[in-house]
T-cell receptor
């Protein structure tokens, strides 16, 4: 299978600051990357879909100005949580898929964000 | 309506025994894919097995098999010869061709005991 990395794995920040999370496909070109959010003991909820070189498509209820997504290259997508608040604390997971993998997504290890 | 339903919040199984985790789905799209993922306490999502809606045979991957019953819209995961390391959350997911999004069920926590 393919490998997707996420950085950082864990971040603690103060309320009001912005946090950037990186998602990289290490050994394949990811034409599409997805960002999910997972609350404790809950399922994964899709936040947005990003295709390389175009604007992300956000799911209903997800604030695009709050969660900025950039997919600048075929191997990198970033999620920036702007003006973070304690309620933004969560586990954020990215996934990536490429044309060579058909519809299969490969997930990153996740980033645990804690906003104080 | 729920697209993916996992009715078992938790399951217990003894080591070396087989266990079935239930999953039913709801879609009107004739083309879709069904996935099972394992999420250990570390949080990573580990792909286990995939079944396409047009696949004639049930998918198998080592100790994992998918009991695909299309008419009943069920895609149960069978884990044979359970191991202690199988203890984790298990998520069933579906991707419909017309939406191209992965929709997850609520998960089942499996605990394997010696």
């Amino acid at each position: 299978g393919a490998v997707v990395s996420q950085h950082p794995s864990r971040v603690i920040c103060k309320s009001g600051t912005s946090v950037k999370i990186e998602c990289r496909s290490l050994d394949f070109q990811a034409t599409t990357m997805f960002w999910y959010r997972q609350f404790p003991k809950k399922s994964l909820m899709l936040m947005a879909t990003s295709n390389e070189g175009s604007k992300a498509t956000y799911e209903q209820g997800v604030e695009k100005d709050k969660f900025l997504i950039n997919h600048a290259s075929l191997t990198l997508s970033t999620l920036t949580v702007t003006s973070a608040h304690p309620e933004d604390s969560s586990f954020y997971i990215c996934s990536a898929s490429g044309w060579q993998w058909n519809s299969r997504e490969f997930f990153g290890p996740g980033t645990r964000l804690t906003v104080l | 309506a729920q697209k993916i339903t996992q009715t078992q919040p938790g399951m217990f199984v003894q080591e070396k025994e087989a266990v079935t985790l239930d999953c039913t789905y709801d879609t009107s799209d004739p083309s879709y894919g069904l996935f099972w993922y394992k999420q250990p306490s570390s949080g990573e999502m580990i792909f286990l097995i995939y079944q396409g809606s047009y696949d004639q045979q049930n998918a198998t991957e080592g100790r994992y098999s998918l009991n695909f019953q299309k008419a009943r819209k069920s895609a149960n995961l069978v884990i044979s010869a359970s191991q202690l390391g199988d203890s984790a959350m298990y998520f069933c997911a579906m991707r419909e061709e017309n939406t191209d999004k992965l929709i997850f069920g609520t998960g089942t926590r499996l605990q394997v005991f010696p």
